[in-house]
């Protein structure tokens, strides 16, 4: 694919406004400022973004139908902030003109959907409406219609059953025939990051940082008294107050020697049982939460100091530069059209060659966390994925960049896991971690290097 470089179009909001907000130590935006600045997004995506993927899907036009507290995934990311979802049965309509290339936004409602899609429908004049959505097909009368119908991406599945009987028993013979799937216009409309989108996530992954690495010290916990369940709703409660909401429950691991396990010891297949943080513990947090529609997904290690140890141990440092080596690995194979499994097994191949045993479950990340596009592994599928694995990549995407490599420790008797995950873009060349990555383990307390022994 040919790589695009998107302009801002910011509209009433300055560059200087997105810096400013998102700078650290800097309030979230308050929830009128938020709803303007979603709005304002979504205009420059439908405007900057939709008339370039609707070209490359070859669909002239979509449909996206749902009703009230049944929504379509795609369909809640176009419409207005005040929306928190679908009305009665809402159509939006999107039309690209096939000669001037324009785009037409339609909502076949009783009123506008925002300041983008235009009423097209008065039930006055006609009743039914879905033969009013019959007319103006129609009018225009669409080479392809695409419609949100998937079996590889969830995301892009949002039609339901009644809608799409509907749908198909209403359209006239002619037009049955042009209706296809919009599974590429959906995973390309729900993947790709605008620049503005990315400003935020740089602000976003700052506090994402900054509220891990302050969980992860002596200001949260202490050994001996402080539970896994207590630094895990220590995080919810970080969230919910600064007005982050999680979208999923965090969870925080503790690895130990052996012959003190106890607690610590799990699979991917189940929680972490709750335990009591100690001195030796290597611990794992992952969280993720939402802002502005956009998602975070985030994995950070500490190492908490028995009595006398000033810095991690250099079996724990050299295992976790380990787990940086595969990151870099996985990151290298990030090439424009190839295939989330193509990347997976090469991936995998080299990490075998260095002797890393890796395990590599990356993924999409955007309008949701596990998000729609290339899946890269997933931890009880290392031969591939099926379908969205297939998925090929694109510039101006975002990652969860997240895999684990197992190393034996001697000293502990056992083997490990080094667990990362860090947000990145990726522009069509290199993959960027958005402010940055953990490179080492955190110790918990922090040496304090004004004082002396």
Not at 20 to 26: A, D, S
Not at 210 to 229: D, F, M, N, Q, R
Not at 301 to 323: C, F
Request: proline share 6%; with cysteine.
């Amino acid at each position: 694919m040919r790589k695009r470089s998107l302009s801002l179009g910011i509209g009433s909001f300055t560059l200087i406004m997105f810096w400013t907000v998102m700078l650290p130590g800097q309030e979230l935006l308050s929830l009128k400022e938020q709803a303007k600045m979603e709005d304002e997004i979504l205009t420059s995506r439908i405007t900057q973004l939709l008339p370039d993927i609707m070209k490359e899907a070859d669909i002239d036009l979509w449909l996206l139908i749902a009703r009230e507290y049944n929504d379509d995934p795609v369909m809640r990311t176009m419409l207005p902030a005040t929306w928190p979802t679908a009305r009665r049965r809402t159509m939006l309509m999107i039309y690209k003109n096939p000669k001037s290339g324009e785009l037409e936004t339609l909502a076949v409602t009783r009123y506008d959907v925002g300041s983008i899609f235009k009423r097209a429908w008065d039930p006055d004049q006609e009743p039914d409406q879905w033969k009013r959505l019959i007319a103006l097909i129609r009018e225009r009368d669409p080479g392809k219609i695409g419609i949100n119908k998937s079996r590889n991406f969830n995301h892009a599945d949002g039609i339901s059953a009644t809608d799409h009987e509907l749908l198909m028993e209403y359209l006239p013979s002619k037009y049955k025939s042009r209706v296809v799937s919009a599974e590429s216009l959906a995973v390309r409309w729900l993947e790709t990051r605008i620049e503005k989108e990315l400003i935020l996530y740089n602000g976003m992954m700052r506090w994402a940082h900054e509220i891990i690495a302050e969980g992860l010290s002596e200001k949260v916990i202490h050994p001996g008294v402080t539970t896994t369940e207590d630094l895990i709703w220590w995080y919810r409660q970080q969230m919910s107050q600064r007005g982050l909401p999680a979208w999923f429950q965090p969870t925080v691991e503790i690895q130990r020697p052996l012959d003190n396990l106890g607690e610590g010891r799990t699979s991917f297949a189940s929680r972490p049982p709750p335990g009591i943080i100690m001195p030796g513990d290597l611990i794992n947090i992952d969280f993720g939460f939402t802002y502005l529609n956009l998602n975070t997904d985030t994995q950070q290690m500490a190492y908490v100091l028995k009595h006398g140890e000033t810095s991690v141990p250099d079996n724990l440092v050299a295992a976790y530069a380990r787990g940086i080596r595969a990151m870099d690995i996985l990151t290298s194979q990030f090439k424009t059209g190839r295939s989330g499994n193509q990347i997976l097994k090469a991936a995998l191949e080299r990490c075998k060659n260095e002797g890393l045993n890796a395990t590599i479950y990356s993924h999409p990340l955007g309008y949701h966390g596990h998000g729609a596009g290339p899946t890269i592994g997933m931890w009880d599928a290392q031969g591939g994925v099926p379908g969205p694995g297939d998925w090929a990549l694109y510039p101006n995407t975002a990652y969860a960049i997240e895999l684990n490599v197992k190393v034996f420790i001697e000293e502990w008797n056992r083997e490990i896991r080094i667990m990362l995950e860090q947000d990145a873009w990726f522009d069509g060349e290199k993959v960027h971690y958005i402010d940055g990555r953990q490179t080492q383990l955190l110790p918990i307390p922090r040496p304090q290097p004004h004082l002396g022994k």
